[in-house]
């Protein structure tokens, strides 16, 4: 599948088009896979609940996967190589050490984008355990692709939680009753500019995988991004 023929520009400043919901999913699903394997391998690295150690070690699986041919479309010929902590430029150009966990790049850039720098599935990583929580989830990392830190370019990106606790293993049903709670009187929903409910977009491909949620937001400046939340445990 070329990333050529897929999508139109849209008019919003700044915005590439979408990429196809099949390469969205061969990606998720790669993922899953590729965490399936870490954990049948290197549990001991995902007990040391080190965020930076997991996502790593997560990476060296999901390149496996790529390059094996694992996931139909998840393949060199559609994907580059995943790489971890690449940095790209903020929106507003004060930053040009912007780090997003995980970046992927297209392997052939597409024609109608014009900074390819920008053209790439984007995913934060974070854990969630005792100490670590969901206003953790959302202030480092929700916040960064709705303030111009990450994917400003991009009308979806991603973001990963390794969960170390049983309450929260279903982002749908977290995040609808995150959202709900209120902060200084302002409901969580309305400060990530999130209109409509959590919702699933995709089944879970394994055993210590959750469904993939869908979060939809308003960002400044900028046209919506949706949010696909893949959670690990």
């Known amino acids: 599948m070329a990333f050529s023929s897929l999508g139109k520009a849209p008019v919003a400043l700044q915005c590439n088009p979408r990429w196809h919901r099949t390469l969205l999913e061969a990606t998720e699903a790669a993922i899953y896979l590729a965490w399936t394997r870490l954990k049948e391998q290197s549990d001991s690295v995902i007990e040391a609940k080190d965020e930076d150690r997991i996502t790593n070690e997560l990476l060296k699986e999901l390149r496996r996967v790529r390059k094996n041919g694992d996931i139909a479309r998840f393949i060199p010929e559609i994907f580059s190589v995943p790489t971890r902590d690449s940095k790209v430029e903020s ?29 790439a599935l984007f995913y934060e990583c974070k854990v969630l355990d005792g100490k670590r929580n969901l206003d953790r989830y959302r202030k480092d990392g929700i916040d960064r692709f709705l303030d111009g830190r990450y994917a400003w370019a991009m009308p979806h990106a991603g973001m990963i939680a390794y969960v170390f606790e049983r309450r929260n293993t279903c982002p749908v049903s ?47 400046k900028l046209p919506m991004i949706d949010l696909r939340h893949l959670w690990l445990f």
């Open 174 to 220: 977290s995040l609808q009753s995150y959202f709900s709670r209120l902060l200084d009187g302002v409901p969580i929903a309305e400060l990530v500019g999130c209109e409509e409910q959590p919702s699933k977009v995709f089944d879970a491909l394994g055993v210590n995988v959750a469904d993939v949620a869908l979060t939809r937001h308003k960002r400044k």
């Open 91 to 119: 929106l507003n150009g004060d930053s040009i050490d912007q780090m997003p966990d995980i970046t992927i790049y297209p392997a052939n850039p597409r024609e109608v984008v014009t900074d390819e720098t920008q053209d």
